[in-house]
């Protein structure tokens, strides 16, 4: 099969379909393909300058007329000068909104046809397709692409449902960059963090929004503190951080939970951790989930979108309804207090993602899906 020029368009900044977009890209060009990210700025993910790689940063007049400007149409306009300047064969946008519908503006202003592949992550349907000021594009991106993935089953079933779009969509999982997420010897970080040797490490790690119900995360390690000597990490940040904070003070839970910011050592952060905790009330996937299971953490998960399809409920980890704080607690408690479960949980998480979510897999499914576009042209 001969290289491929391919532009993907993202958001680059920290988020978990800018990270799968970003790290797709990267495996991409390491495989020989030629690889042009057409984004607001590098993406966060993308260190340092690699072979096969190029940005495309789009900029954006500023004019006294402009109320808001307009991002997306300077990013049409940059899709349609890297399409014909770069010889682009294919177009993928990861999440709907705008890179979808601003892939199909490019193409047509290029005039050239190129297939469009669309990756939807999960909020651009399950919040924005709710939106009438936005479902309607959403709905146009994806009839407009030529194919259509979804990160896992549960999304491609709610936008069937909600968007109702006029073409089939296919599941693509997301995948780990395995070279990163290993489990590794970190235990100074146990010992930098003030943690005593005995107790039992929970983190919970996102962007802190009210989707995360970081709220059911304080009140069930309030059930499993009181059981089991513990820690919780709270790594990342968001609009929910001081509410959060002010949670963590009234259950009284001051030096018990430690709030770590926004990190880069999240493969250190997870190897010394016993439990990842995911409780979301929307989750398309759940790439934290794979992440923690590669680095051979159990996790507890709600029974909401794409978790169900990530942990194996009894035999990597445990899904519980959304919101069900003591089942939550209970089933912490039972992996925190038997350290064989532990470690049989731990080992399957590693198969499942190796199995299941290996890069070489995943990244293949999407070669696959370029080169079937490009040969029904
Ligand atoms: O809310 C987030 O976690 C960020 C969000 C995004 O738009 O980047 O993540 C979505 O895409 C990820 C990568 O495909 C999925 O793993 C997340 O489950 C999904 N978030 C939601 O559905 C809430």
């Given at each position: 099969?001969?290289?491929?020029?391919?532009?993907?368009?993202?958001?680059?900044?920290?988020?978990?379909?800018?990270?799968?977009?970003?790290?797709?890209?990267?495996?991409?060009?390491?495989?020989?393909?030629?690889?042009?990210?057409?984004?607001?700025?590098?993406?966060?993910?993308?260190?340092?300058?690699?072979?096969?790689?190029?940005?495309?940063?789009?900029?954006?007049?500023?004019?006294?007329?402009?109320?808001?400007?307009?991002?997306?149409?300077?990013?049409?306009?940059?899709?349609?000068?890297?399409?014909?300047?770069?010889?682009?064969?294919?177009?993928?946008?990861?999440?709907?909104?705008?890179?979808?519908?601003?892939?199909?503006?490019?193409?047509?202003?290029?005039?050239?046809?190129?297939?469009?592949?669309?990756?939807?992550?999960?909020?651009?349907?399950?919040?924005?397709?709710?939106?009438?000021?936005?479902?309607?594009?959403?709905?146009?991106?994806?009839?407009?692409?030529?194919?259509?993935?979804?990160?896992?089953?549960?999304?491609?079933?709610?936008?069937?449902?909600?968007?109702?779009?006029?073409?089939?969509?296919?599941?693509?999982?997301?995948?780990?960059?395995?070279?990163?997420?290993?489990p590794v010897d970190a235990h100074h970080i146990k010992v930098g963090l003030g943690i005593a040797e005995s107790d039992k490490l929970l983190i919970h790690v996102?962007?802190?929004?009210?989707?995360?119900?970081?709220?059911?995360v304080i009140?069930s390690f309030s059930i499993i503190n009181r059981e089991v000597p513990s820690k919780l990490l709270l790594v990342?940040?968001?609009?929910?951080?001081?509410?959060?904070?002010?949670?963590v003070q009234?259950e009284g839970l001051g030096m018990e939970v430690l709030f770590l910011g926004?990190r880069?050592d999240l493969?250190d952060l997870f190897s010394i951790s016993d439990l990842n905790m995911?409780?979301?009330?929307?989750?398309?996937?759940?790439?934290?989930?794979?992440?923690a299971?590669?680095c051979g953490v159990p996790?507890i998960?709600?029974?909401?979108?794409?978790?169900?399809?990530?942990?194996?409920?009894?035999?990597?980890?445990?899904?519980?309804?959304?919101?069900?704080?003591?089942?939550?607690a209970?089933?912490a408690i039972r992996i925190l207090k038997d350290p064989e479960l532990a470690a049989?949980?731990s080992?399957?998480?590693?198969?499942?993602?190796?199995?299941?979510?290996?890069?070489?897999?995943?990244?293949?499914?999407?070669?696959?899906?370029?080169?079937?576009?490009?040969?029904?042209?």
């Open positions: 099969m001969r290289n491929l020029k391919i532009g993907i368009t993202c958001y680059p900044s920290l988020g978990g379909s800018g990270v799968v977009a970003t790290e797709l890209g990267i495996l991409l060009a390491e495989r020989g393909h030629e690889v042009h990210f057409i984004t607001s700025g590098r993406p966060f993910r993308l260190y340092m300058d690699q072979p096969n790689i190029k940005v495309h940063e789009v900029e954006v007049g500023q004019y006294a007329v402009f109320k808001f400007t307009p991002y997306d149409i300077a990013l049409a306009n940059k899709i349609s000068e890297v399409i014909i300047e770069e010889e682009l064969d294919i177009l993928h946008a990861h999440y709907a909104v705008p890179h979808a519908i601003c892939s199909a503006l490019g193409r047509d202003m290029a005039g050239v046809p190129i297939p469009i592949i669309t990756t939807l992550h999960g909020t651009d349907v399950t919040i924005l397709g709710h939106d009438r000021t936005l479902a309607g594009t959403v709905k146009y991106g994806i009839n407009k692409s030529d194919m259509t993935t979804a990160v896992s089953h549960s999304l491609k079933q709610e936008t069937y449902e909600l968007i109702r779009p006029s073409k089939e969509i296919r599941t693509i999982y997301n995948f780990i960059d395995e070279r990163q997420y290993r996102s962007n802190f929004r009210k989707v995360k119900r970081i709220e059911d009140r990342g940040d968001g609009p929910e951080a001081e509410a959060i904070h002010t949670l009234e926004k880069d493969p995911l409780v979301s009330e929307k989750e398309a996937f759940g790439l934290v989930l794979i992440e299971m590669a996790c998960g709600s029974d909401i979108g794409g978790i169900p399809e990530v942990i194996e409920d009894g035999k990597n980890g445990f899904i519980r309804p959304l919101g069900d704080i003591e089942g939550y209970e089933s049989k949980f080992e399957d998480a590693m198969r499942s993602v190796r199995e299941r979510f290996s890069s070489e897999r995943i990244v293949r499914e999407y070669e696959s899906a370029y080169y079937e576009l490009l040969e029904r042209k």
